[in-house]
């Protein structure tokens, strides 16, 4: 781990912008609807034509960038990141390693666009990923903690081993936000970021971005946003720099809660294993010590079958049976109904907002109840 401290960074983030006392200044950014820029003469300055830079995308990445520890290119969701990255760094006759086990939109995306253009996809569970041969990979693409099996791959290890065999790795941080974890700072290239999830937090953005430390990389994905035309909105961008201000709040009690809640749920009778980077028994609990600073908000929940686990996710007071994770509401998802390769009655628990005991006093009647 390096000297980063979230909680200074979530103080930083507060005033990332505060530099400027001038009377009168709102203190929040502006939202600028702009699609073109006054321009006489030769083009010059910071602001020229929409598609290409945005005020409102600038203060939001500037507050992301705070965080990371490096300079932002923001996206209008998370698949949007991470096809910048997949579509700008890899071309026809390179080798790509993906997580078979992580989120499937993105091998979807190798399926339908990387391996008809000749781009060479193979896959390996998210647990092998730091210890695959990885001579001959052009680009390593890994997800810890898994979505949504939370398995844990070593980053140090494997940017190590890729940086050797020369392949540019990039880490989805979705599931920890880099108040969580910070790949780069184990030495992994770029981060890619569902900012839908916990760093909006709110349920009402999509949103997205890819961070790293390399500037000809950064340039290539931005170019990539430049060219393809995949913007965020200016709204959107002000919607997630807001609900970033409380992402250390927000994270922390959901971390906490998610934390309680996980050991209280191991060896209730209704459930057949819980799975959450935070147990003692979680296989790569050390290493999730290591390299993570919370456990995350996620706890993996397996009942009997598909029937138990939607009556949970269905009748539980304070639990909202939808997709998605890491916002203000606790959200119940069973992944096998999206094809996921889980058991039928393993559940993706997103813990939220609502105060730990009541939360838990909810869970626990349905539990008893099953
Ligand atoms: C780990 C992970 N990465 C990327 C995405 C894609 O994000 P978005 O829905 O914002 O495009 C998701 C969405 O669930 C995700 O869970």
């Not at 209008?76 to 993906?98: D, E, H, K, N, W």
């Not at 050797?164 to 599931?175: C, F, I, M, Q, S």
């Amino acid at each position: 781990m390096t000297d980063f401290d979230p909680d200074r960074a979530a103080a930083d983030l507060l005033h990332h912008a505060d530099r400027d006392h001038a009377s009168g200044r709102p203190l929040g950014p502006p939202i600028v609807p702009a699609s073109l820029y006054v321009l006489p003469g030769e083009p010059a300055g910071p602001y020229q034509y929409g598609r290409w830079t945005n005020p409102t995308w600038d203060a939001t990445e500037h507050a992301l960038a705070t965080l990371e520890g490096a300079p932002v290119v923001s996206f209008p969701s998370g698949m949007a990141a991470i096809a910048s990255v997949l579509c700008s760094l890899v071309r026809s006759g390179q080798r790509v390693l993906l997580p078979s086990d992580g989120y499937y939109t993105t091998r979807l995306l190798a399926d339908q666009y990387l391996r008809p253009n000749g781009v060479i996809v193979e896959e390996c569970p998210t647990v092998a990923m730091a210890e695959v041969d990885l001579t001959g990979f052009d680009l390593v693409f890994v997800e810890t903690p898994s979505n949504p099996t939370l398995q844990l791959c070593d980053l140090s290890a494997l940017a190590e081993r890729a940086t050797e065999a020369g392949a540019v790795t990039v880490a989805d941080n979705t599931t920890m936000t880099p108040l969580g974890q910070r790949p780069l700072d184990h030495g992994i290239d770029l981060i890619v970021s569902s900012d839908t999830k916990a760093v909006n937090g709110h349920s009402d953005v999509l949103f997205g971005h890819v961070a790293g430390r390399n500037p000809e990389l950064l340039e290539r994905v931005k170019q990539w946003r430049t060219v393809s035309g995949a913007i965020p909105g200016h709204f959107e961008s002000w919607l997630v720099h807001r609900g970033l201000e409380t992402l250390e709040l927000r994270f922390n009690r959901m971390c906490d809660s998610a934390e309680v809640i996980a050991g209280r749920l191991v060896g209730h009778r209704a459930i057949r294993s819980v799975n959450h980077p935070g147990l003692a028994f979680h296989p790569q609990h050390a290493l999730a010590r290591r390299q993570m600073y919370r456990h995350g908000l996620l706890v993996g929940i397996e009942f009997a079958d598909a029937a138990v686990a939607n009556t949970f996710a269905e009748q539980t007071r304070l639990v909202t049976p939808a997709t998605s994770f890491g916002g203000t509401h606790t959200i119940a998802d069973r992944r096998a109904r999206w094809g996921d390769q889980v058991p039928e009655g393993y559940v993706r628990l997103s813990v939220g907002c609502e105060p730990t005991e009541p939360l838990w006093a909810a869970i626990n009647q349905t539990l008893d109840a099953l």
